[in-house]
């Protein structure tokens, strides 16, 4: 018998509960500060968020229950792709050249093709389950958007999606798969609210960002009765939903009889996918006594984590979300046209951030170029093309590899392979065709938007 490539679990071993990494942060030092009504200043309260969330979800958002039971109803839809296999690298490994042992975590199965579905399926369920008609959101790349329009198709919700105009121009088909599932799609900024039509006013050719596409999902939810809001990162329910995927990951690592990961790997936009794959495995360092490194890698051209300061600020650009203490670039921050894929949000998640301010996690940012250099190394050896998002964690695994390959070293590195890359190929072509420039955010346009940032206290 030959070596086994993937680690596969049977639907019986599907995790039954989500882990919550809030009831072990006390256990490493860290209280998450309050968010903050972004009128009053206050900490908000349940009935604050009510206009936008199934209180479902917000007491989610709050609550310190180490775990929180999945419905079966959610355990239902998750079975089309779940659970998601863990696969072994060997031909990457042999075409580095390194000891290392690498180990992906694949999350393009799902029907969206990204581990998106995780969180979009039990919004849409709750949602569904209090009364709501419609929800609307906004969406980068189209990842989300694509897997909120699922979602809302499994439980008969309308959904509309603001998405961000430069990734409406760059990826059509991410468009036209959302309305496949009969959801409504709108480039952002758009004239159909009055956060659209001020920035429109302001620059008829703006490119968009997500700070402004949340301005328009939000306003379109607290204007309508039917309607709720739901996001595809950032906030804490999401990242909790999204711990099916470290959880597996631990349940296939130990029955391929794998060494303890010495590193985590994960790309970090608004900290889903990273707090889905890594929180598992904080909490083994923080309540088990393991000492697995846990690296972020973020694009050069949105890098929160390593160039934002840790504030509060809005989570939009009309100021109408609360206010909550992240590595923030600046609400007015609009990032280049760039095609890291969704990784272009101003803000990262509160937990995120605080586990890298209590140095629990490490940060990197990297170029574009890196990282499609990095991609077609993998897909060269392992077949599979990846998203732009995951290629910024392949190009992390590769450094990490090849410092075993220099050290001799044989560690054991795990990465989420979080979505597959083909809405993506228009960025392949222009990087093949040596057409996609390296940015690095300008310094003074991080100072720039960050002079804007809310007085708190």
């Not at 956060?195 to 429109?200: E, F, H, M, P, T």
């Not at 301005?215 to 039917?226: C, G, K, L």
């Amino acid at each position: 018998m030959g070596k086994r490539k993937k680690i596969l679990l049977s639907e019986s071993d599907m995790p039954t509960h989500w882990y919550n990494i809030n009831a072990d942060l006390p256990a490493a030092g860290i209280q998450l500060p309050p968010p903050l009504h972004p009128g009053t200043g206050q900490p908000i309260g349940p009935a604050d968020l009510s206009p936008l969330f199934p209180m479902a979800l917000i007491l989610q958002e709050v609550s310190q229950d180490r775990y929180i039971e999945i419905p079966d109803e959610v355990q239902d839809v998750y079975r089309i792709w779940r659970p998601s296999p863990l696969i072994r690298a060997y031909e990457w490994e042999k075409a580095l050249g390194t000891p290392a042992k690498i180990y992906y975590k694949y999350e393009g199965g799902s029907p969206s093709g990204s581990h998106k579905p995780n969180t979009a399926v039990p919004q849409a369920y709750y949602n569904m389950k209090e009364g709501v008609k419609r929800l609307s959101t906004e969406t980068g790349a189209g990842q989300w958007g694509s897997a909120l329009s699922f979602a809302c198709q499994m439980f008969g919700l309308e959904c509309k999606v603001y998405m961000v105009k430069v990734s409406y121009e760059q990826k059509p088909y991410r468009k036209v798969m959302m309305q496949t599932w009969g959801a409504q799609v709108v480039p952002s900024p758009s004239p159909d609210t009055n956060a659209g039509r001020a920035i429109l006013a302001q620059n008829p050719d703006s490119t968009g960002s997500l700070g402004i596409a949340i301005s328009e999902a939000v306003e379109d939810a607290v204007m309508r009765e039917d309607t709720k809001y739901a996001l595809g990162s950032v906030l804490n329910h999401v990242l909790l939903h999204q711990t099916v995927i470290g959880q597996e990951a631990i349940k296939q690592l130990e029955i391929a009889g794998a060494d303890w990961p010495d590193v985590v790997v994960a790309c970090t936009g608004g900290g889903s996918n990273f707090g889905g794959i890594a929180f598992p495995f904080v909490r083994e360092n923080v309540t088990g006594g393991k000492q697995t490194r846990i690296v972020a890698v973020e694009p050069s051209a949105a890098p929160s984590l390593t160039r934002g300061i840790y504030a509060y600020d809005y989570g939009d650009t009309a100021k109408m979300a609360p206010m909550v203490k992240m590595h923030t670039l600046g609400h007015d921050f609009v990032p280049a046209p760039i095609h890291a894929g969704g990784l272009r949000y101003h803000g990262m998640s509160a937990q995120v951030s605080a586990l890298k301010e209590a140095g629990l996690i490490e940060a990197v940012n990297v170029q574009q170029g890196a990282i499609f250099q990095a991609a077609l190394s993998f897909t060269k050896a392992e077949g599979i093309l990846p998203a732009p998002e995951p290629s910024h964690a392949i190009w992390g695994a590769m450094q990490e590899a090849l410092k075993c390959k220099e050290s001799g070293e044989s560690k054991t590195i795990v990465f989420n392979m979080c979505g597959h890359g083909h809405f993506d190929l228009g960025a392949y072509e222009a990087y093949m065709a040596n057409s996609l420039p390296d940015f690095d955010y300008p310094e003074e346009a991080i100072q720039r938007s960050l002079q804007a940032l809310p007085t708190v206290g």
